[in-house]
C-alpha cells in the first residue's frame, strides 16, 4: 500500500512493529477499494488466559469520524512506548487483556463516509430490532444505501467489518469472567458522553448496578471530569446497535460473567462552536481541525481511557456483591430512570 494513503493504517502498523513481541497480531478481514487494500486489523497485548479481566478499545466504525480512531491509537501509542521503561505497566499488563480494533471501517476512513463502501452503517448492521419507537432514518432504514443510517439487506450475512469486530470480542472479550468495551465516536452534543446499552429498548441492562458503581469510581478518582454517563436510550433508540447485540450475546453464552459495553461519544458541537467555519466542512462536523485543539482531546481521552484499563484489572475491589448491586440498581434507577423508580425488571437482576 502506498505510504500516507490511509495515515491512521500506516501508524497502526508502525505500533505493531514497534511492539514486536509484545503485541499478537490478526488479520480480520481486508477492504478492497479500487487499487487499494485496506486490513481490518485486531491488535492483543497483556495477559492471554482466556480468564484474565479484558477491555476492548474501538474507532473508526463511523469512517468519517476520524477523532475516533485517532483516540485510540494515541492510547496504543502511550502504551508501546511506555513498554521500554514502565515496569509498572509490565505488571498492568500480566493481570490483564488489552484488545485495539482502531480502524473497523478502513474503506470509510478512506472515502470519508460514515458507512462502509458498500453504503451500510456498521452501527446499524446486527441483527437486532428495536422494541420501540425508533425515529426515522436516525434508527435504522433499508430503504437506499444512497441515505445515511442504511441497515443492510434484511436478513443477509452482517457487513465484514461488523463480523470482525463482533469476532474479536466474542473470541477475545466475552471468554472473560469480567470484561469492558470503549467504542470511540463524535459528532453529538457539546459534552463529552458515555452512553452505555441499551440503544434498541428503552429497558435496563441486566449489569446497570456495575456500570453504576464504575460510575461511582471515576467520579471520585477523575475529580472536575467533563464526561457524562447515560444509557443511549435517554437520547433516541435504534435497529442493529452492535453493542446491543453483543451484550446480549454475552448474557446468553456466558450468563455468569459481567460484559460492559461503552460508546464514548466525543462532543464535537463545542468544536464547531469555538471555530465555525467547521460547520462548511464535512470533517469539520465531527473531528477537530485545529491542531491545538486535536492535541488537547487526545490528551483528554487517553487519560479516561487509561482509568478504564486500570478499573477492568482492578474490577475485583469496586465490583459490587449481591448486597451492594440491590443499593447501586436502585441509586442507577433513581439517577437514569427516573420514570421507573420503583420497579424492579424482574429477570433483569440476577
Known sequence: MPQSVLPELDELHRLIELGGAHMDTQLMCKVQMGSHTFDVLSVTMGNPDPAAPAIGFFGGVHGLERIGAEVVLAYLGSLVHRLKWDSLLHTLLGEVRLVFMPLVNPGGLWQGTRANPQGVDLMRNAPIEAKEETPFLIGGQRLSATLPWYRGPKDAPMQEESYALCQTVEHRLLTSPFSA??????????????????????????????????????????????????????????????????????????????????????????????????????????????????????????VMLDFMTRAVASHARWQPDEQERDLHHRQALARWYPELPHRKHKGLIR
Not at 459534552?191 to 461511582?216: G, K, Y
Not at 459481567?258 to 471555530?275: A, D, I, Q, Y
Open 181 to 302: 468495551a470503549i467504542d470511540c465516536h463524535s459528532g453529538f452534543g457539546v459534552q463529552d458522553r458515555i452512553w452505555f446499552p441499551f440503544a434498541h429498548t428503552c429497558e435496563p441492562i441486566a449489569h446497570l448496578a456495575e456500570v453504576h458503581a464504575l460510575h461511582r469510581i471515576f467520579d471520585q478518582a477523575q475529580a472536575y471530569h467533563r464526561y457524562v454517563f447515560e444509557p443511549q436510550s435517554l437520547h433516541y433508540l435504534t435497529h442493529g446497535d452492535l453493542w446491543d447485540h453483543l451484550y446480549l450475546l454475552a448474557r446468553a453464552q456466558h450468563p455468569q460473567h459481567v460484559f460492559l459495553p461503552l460508546t464514548l461519544e466525543m462532543g464535537s458541537w463545542l468544536w464547531v462552536k469555538k471555530n465555525p467555519r467547521q460547520l462548511f466542512s464535512r470533517h469539520g462536523i465531527f473531528n477537530p481541525l485545529i491542531a491545538h485543539r486535536q492535541q488537547r482531546v487526545l490528551r483528554r481521552h487517553m
